[in-house]
């Protein structure tokens, strides 16, 4: 069994969005959203390298990342710690790009998958949760605010 639990790997196909930490040029983190983050075993995760120049070389010069995943809604989530690779031919690449087949235009503009082997993995949890809080409370309570917060974004734009 990888470091990558059931419970983890769901979490990463249903949220998809991961934030990607790497560091800088300037030895300081460097944030980027990641869209297309799967799970590409027990022990990896990867994302198409579309429009991320800064963090393709960051990897490439330090290739120590972070990834975290977290359901907004019940404030909840993973941290994932590992070591990336840009990936642009061979068999691994084969492989992962079969993860994104079903978004064959986002593999087009992208310029390979980067593969992330996890070394670490911990559990993200909200303060809420030591306050007392239950899942379903901040369920209800998140479902609300990003239900309420989108039909004010479709409203404002038509």
């Known amino acids: 069994m990888g470091i990558l639990t059931q419970d983890m790997q769901r979490l ?3 949220q998809r969005l991961a934030f990607v930490a790497s ?3 300037d030895g300081t983190p460097s944030l980027s959203p990641k869209a297309t983050t799967r799970v590409y075993d027990d022990d990896h995760l990867a994302y198409l390298d579309i429009a991320s120049p ?3 070389a960051n990897i490439a010069k330090h290739p120590a990342v972070e990834v975290n995943v977290v359901d907004h809604i019940l404030r909840r989530g993973y941290r994932f710690k590992g070591v990336a690779r840009l990936l ?3 068999p691994e690449f084969e492989r992962a790009i079969g993860l994104f087949r079903a978004h064959s235009t986002l593999i087009g503009r992208s310029k390979g998958v980067v593969l992330i082997r996890v070394e670490r993995a911990s559990a993200l949890l909200s303060p809420a949760y030591a306050a007392g809080r239950s899942a379903a409370e901040l369920a209800a309570e998140f479902a609300d605010y990003y239900g309420k917060l989108a039909a004010e974004r479709v409203a404002a734009n038509p």
């Open 12 to 14: 990463v196909h249903e």
């Open 23 to 25: 560091i800088g040029a």
């Open 54 to 56: 800064g963090t393709r």
């Open 88 to 90: 642009t031919a061979g």
